[in-house]
């Protein structure tokens, strides 16, 4: 048996840089541990490829070919069979924005390989308040994402299997513990797990493009029948507002494209020819999607109706209803499901970024084994679990607030890196920064249009919760500055000075558990006492009996308590130590066993945590367990 001390509070190796260091000194000091923000620590098997990241951090975006045209066709449906004709324009126009998007974040990569995306942008070049905007929504949009992934994901199912309604709400829970089980186990170990699924819903929908391309009418129309259509009649006008509209609904399909630039560390070295890579062949594959969809939208002249999604009915008219349509669905399903995983691989490195910002607790910047930020993890899933019960499963419930959060990113990433190429001005970057701010005036039109049109159906809560968590951001830095100020961080601190002090120990009965402590405490203070609750005299007569035959070199001291409490009397008699200021450190030693088999733990009384808890709240003493491994 062995009996190491473990005080409440201890030192921790000093990080590799000034950022790190004054996170990591503030986070020991208030007892919550290190902020290794070091990008290359690590093992490299658990970062990923470029090809992993692409099964990683591309869910998102890719699931959301399964509701981006259907969203446009959904709009453009108000103008009748009119209306639709503009669907292929309104699509290549997205299209352009995710080329600007894509050119835009791979310049984000390069500059930022620290990862963070609008966030890192903001805080270089728009300032602190921005930066924090930025995060905010970023943190939003994939806590959102979470959410409707796996409503949408289960909504699909549902609808193939209709006896599984009424339990849609644990079905969502399930997945979601599903994805955040993977994600614990590293974001490398999540993207094999993930490439499979990606891989079939990819190749599926590009074969509905190939083949659709081919047929002059659709083969089957099967899925679709006996669905009402949601095409208005007698419309033959299409104005400006519907466009804007249409346009800002179906940029629901960029969400996703900042994860890769949010998430750099995550990749192997080099780590940002990876990201840039995925990048863009993420952008490539996304583009080649949407608009492979669009033509054949128009090719085939389809309806939206009740009940059927588009991408349903357009792998009916392209697949016919067979073996193919039922894997489309089977592999859109999946993959919804899944598309939670993007945010899994984003948002605990923004989390990291902050919290080695001081902006939020440092615990979000700690890595455990095989890379990953656990606490981001445990975070996200917690607050996607409640939206989940919330809303009871209803993707429509929360798809209205989901790309709000993107579009505020976009916007304030694409002005940073105007800025950014105005006090760079590398070659050609006159060019570069054109081609932000265009980017900068599409997504910031987007954003307000959705916001507006949104307002009502639950726009307004995204509109209040980001403010809110700004103000967040900023009452968490105003206490690590606190904080750091008692500490005098940074400065030269004065010289040594010896203090007396005391020691505590608190003993029930003379054991082996008495001596360690009694051991451990004369090698600790300058003075020791022991000290006991009595509750019973003839108990702590034949203590005092006993203490006296032993004979330790240190005197025991008896605290009546009529109430047969332990903490507070324990509290009470340090506190009276302390205000008597006869000792500048007052240390209260609690000896305690530490069980071999975790299943033994219910055999301990608690005791040294009832003592523990107590003196915390009602003193200011240093508190130490002893604890003795059995």
């Given at each position: 048996m062995s009996s190491p001390v473990t005080p409440a509070v201890s030192a921790e190796p000093e990080p590799p840089d000034a950022a790190a260091a004054n996170a990591a000194a503030t986070a020991t000091a208030a007892g919550v541990g290190r902020a290794d923000g070091a990008p290359?620590?690590?093992?490299?098997?658990?970062?990923?490829?470029?090809?992993?990241?692409?099964?990683?951090?591309?869910?998102?975006?890719?699931?959301?070919?399964?509701?981006?045209?259907?969203?446009?066709?959904?709009?453009?449906?108000?103008?009748?069979?009119?209306?639709?004709?503009?669907?292929?324009?309104?699509?290549?126009?997205?299209?352009?924005?995710?080329?600007?998007?894509?050119a835009s974040y791979r310049q984000v990569i390069a500059a930022f390989p620290d990862g963070g995306g609008s966030y890192a942008v903001a805080k270089a070049h728009l300032g602190r308040r921005t930066a924090l905007t930025a995060a905010a929504s970023l943190v939003i949009d994939y806590v959102l994402n979470v959410a409707v992934s796996v409503t949408a994901g289960v909504a699909a199912l549902t609808s193939a299997v209709p006896g599984l309604y009424e339990d849609r709400v644990w079905l969502c829970l399930g997945v979601l513990a599903l994805v955040t089980a993977v994600n614990l186990r590293g974001i490398a170990e999540s993207?094999?797990?993930?490439?499979?699924?990606?891989?079939?819903?990819?190749?599926?929908?590009?074969?509905?493009?190939?083949?659709?391309?081919?047929?002059?009418?659709?083969?089957?129309?099967?899925?679709?029948?006996?669905?009402?259509?949601?095409?208005?009649?007698?419309?033959?006008?299409?104005?400006?507002?519907?466009?804007?509209?249409?346009?800002?609904?179906?940029?629901?399909?960029?969400?996703?494209?900042?994860?890769?630039?949010?998430?750099?560390?995550?990749?192997?070295?080099?780590?940002v020819k990876r990201a840039q890579h995925t990048e863009v062949a993420?952008?490539?594959?996304?583009?080649?999607?949407?608009?492979?969809?669009?033509?054949?939208i128009g090719r085939f002249h389809l309806q939206p109706v009740e009940g059927v999604t588009v991408l349903a009915q357009l792998a009916d008219a392209?697949?016919?209803?067979?073996?193919?349509?039922?894997?489309?669905?089977?592999?859109?399903?999946?993959?919804?499901?899944?598309?939670?995983?993007?945010?899994?691989?984003?948002?605990?490195?923004?989390?990291?970024?902050?919290?080695?910002?001081?902006?939020?607790?440092?615990?979000?910047?700690?890595?455990?084994?095989?890379?990953?930020?656990?606490?981001?993890?445990?975070?996200?899933?917690?607050?996607?679990?409640?939206?989940?019960?919330?809303?009871?499963?209803?993707?429509?419930?929360?798809?209205?607030?989901?790309?709000?959060?993107?579009?505020?990113?976009?916007?304030?990433?694409?002005?940073g890196m105007v800025r950014h190429w105005c006090l760079e001005r590398p070659a050609r970057w006159r060019a570069k920064a054109a081609l932000n701010g265009f980017g900068a005036l599409l997504t910031g039109v987007a954003a307000v249009v959705v916001t507006g049109t949104k307002f009502t159906e639950g726009a307004w809560g995204i509109c209040l919760a980001l403010p809110l968590l700004v103000l967040l951001f900023e009452a968490v830095h105003r206490s690590y500055a606190r904080i750091g100020e008692r500490l005098e961080l940074g400065r030269v601190p004065g010289p040594l000075t010896?203090?007396?002090?005391?020691?505590?120990?608190?003993?029930?009965?003379i054991t082996r558990l008495t001596r360690d402590g009694l051991s451990a405490a004369l090698s600790l203070g300058d003075e020791v006492l022991a000290v006991t609750v009595v509750h019973d005299p003839a108990e702590a007569e034949a203590l005092r009996r006993d203490w006296e035959l032993w004979q330790p070199g240190v005197p025991l001291v008896e605290i009546p308590d009529a109430h047969r409490r332990l903490g507070p009397p324990i509290a009470a008699f340090v506190a009276r130590l302390g205000t008597e200021h006869a000792y500048d450190r007052l240390t209260v030693l609690i000896p305690e066993v530490e069980p071999a088999h975790p299943w033994q733990r219910a055999l301990q009384n608690r005791r040294g945590a009832v003592i523990d808890r107590a003196l915390r709240r009602h003193t200011d003493a240093v508190v130490c367990r002893l604890r003795m491994r059995m």
């Open positions: 290359g620590a690590g093992d490299e098997r658990h970062r990923l490829t470029a090809l992993g990241g692409l099964a990683a951090l591309s869910l998102d975006a890719m699931a959301s070919v399964a509701y981006g045209p259907e969203s446009i066709v959904l709009v453009l449906a108000a103008a009748g069979a009119y209306g639709l004709g503009f669907t292929l324009p309104v699509t290549v126009a997205i299209a352009v924005l995710l080329a600007v998007l894509v993207a094999r797990w993930f490439m499979a699924p990606t891989a079939v819903f990819v190749l599926s929908i590009l074969a509905i493009i190939v083949v659709g391309l081919f047929r002059d009418a659709p083969v089957s129309t099967a899925a679709a029948e006996g669905h009402a259509s949601v095409l208005a009649g007698n419309a033959t006008a299409v104005g400006a507002l519907l466009l804007l509209k249409a346009f800002a609904a179906g940029c629901s399909a960029l969400t996703g494209v900042e994860a890769v630039a949010n998430a750099v560390p995550s990749f192997r070295t080099p780590g993420l952008g490539a594959l996304l583009g080649v999607m949407l608009i492979g969809l669009a033509v054949l392209s697949l016919g209803h067979g073996a193919g349509f039922y894997l489309v669905q089977f592999a859109t399903v999946v993959l919804l499901g899944l598309a939670a995983n993007t945010s899994f691989g984003g948002l605990p490195v923004l989390l990291h970024l902050l919290a080695r910002d001081n902006h939020l607790p440092h615990v979000f910047a700690l890595r455990a084994d095989r890379q990953v930020h656990r606490h981001g993890v445990l975070f996200l899933a917690a607050v996607s679990a409640v939206l989940l019960v919330g809303s009871g499963g209803d993707v429509n419930s929360l798809v209205p607030l989901f790309a709000i959060g993107v579009f505020v990113g976009f916007t304030v990433c694409q002005v010896p203090q007396r002090s005391l020691v505590v120990v608190p003993v029930t009965a």
